[in-house]
């Protein structure tokens, strides 16, 4: 069965760009998340989706957005990048949505960098 | 406000003896706990978890000890290999609410 893949997989952009990451979950997985990975932060949650919809959202500010198509294959999206958005940015897919009694598949994450 | 918590960033320890990651969490809602572990290059891969309504969960070399009343878990590992040098997060969740990650931390294991 095939993973979790993320593209791409490393992307190099300037302050004031937008940015589009692309994640496709394993075949049969209807929820994905998504989290940002800083040094010395961890892995902070920015949103997640099941069935097309959002159903949580962490506290990033609206330049960060998501979708979810019908094939469960999800994007995000950051707008007006800044310095402080250089980091890895991983998408995770699961059988149902929620994080209890429910294992989340990572990918191997996007690391992006702006300039 | 960092709701779980991992206070150590780095933790090196010789092979072949315990590794013991710890973690703490201030939210009693959380009734659902995780451990990953991550390489460099790759997404986190889930190791373990455990119930609120456990106090241990062991598979394998690995076992997760849960203190509720002190909001405390562990992570040991025994014996300690090469093969386990990585960063270690925990995890906690609740319900159908996302799940909420520590900082982490670095195990380097001294051949």
């Known amino acids: 069965?095939?993973?979790?893949?993320?593209?791409?997989?490393?992307?190099?952009?300037?302050?004031?760009?937008?940015?589009?990451?692309?994640?496709?979950?394993?075949?049969?997985?209807?929820?994905?998340?998504?989290?940002?990975?800083?040094?010395?932060?961890?892995?902070?949650?920015?949103?997640e989706y099941?069935?097309?919809?959002?159903?949580?959202?962490?506290?990033?500010?609206?330049?960060f957005s998501g979708r979810q198509f019908s094939n469960s294959r999800s994007e995000m999206n950051v707008s007006t990048l800044e310095l402080g958005d250089s980091a890895l940015y991983l998408c995770a897919s699961s059988l149902v949505a929620g994080g209890s009694y429910n294992e989340q598949f990572f990918g191997p994450g996007t690391r992006l960098t702006v300039l | 406000?960092?709701?779980?918590?991992?206070?150590?960033?780095?933790?090196?320890?010789?092979?072949?003896?315990?590794?013991?990651?710890?973690?703490?969490?201030?939210?009693?809602?959380?009734?659902?706990?995780?451990?990953?572990?991550?390489?460099?290059a790759e997404g986190p891969t889930f190791l373990i978890s455990i119930s609120s309504i456990k106090d241990k969960n062991e598979d394998g070399r690995f076992t997760v000890f849960l203190n509720k009343s002190a909001k405390h878990l562990s992570l040991h590992i025994v014996p300690s290999q090469p093969g386990d040098s990585a960063v270690y997060f925990c995890a906690a969740s609740f319900g159908n609410e996302k799940l909420t990650f520590g900082t982490g931390t670095r195990l380097t294991i001294i051949p």
């Open chain 1, 1 to 47: 069965k095939a993973g979790v893949t993320q593209t791409p997989r490393y992307l190099i952009k300037t302050r004031g760009q937008q940015v589009t990451l692309s994640c496709s979950p394993i075949s049969g997985h209807r929820s994905v998340s998504w989290y940002q990975q800083t040094p010395g932060q961890g892995l902070q949650f920015l949103f």
């Open chain 1, 50 to 63: 099941f069935s097309e919809t959002q159903r949580n959202k962490g506290n990033f500010p609206g330049r």
């Open chain 2, 1 to 40: 406000d960092q709701q779980v918590k991992q206070n150590s960033p780095s933790l090196s320890v010789q092979e072949g003896r315990i590794s013991i990651l710890n973690c703490d969490y201030t939210n009693s809602m959380f009734d659902y706990f995780l451990w990953y572990k991550k390489y460099p």
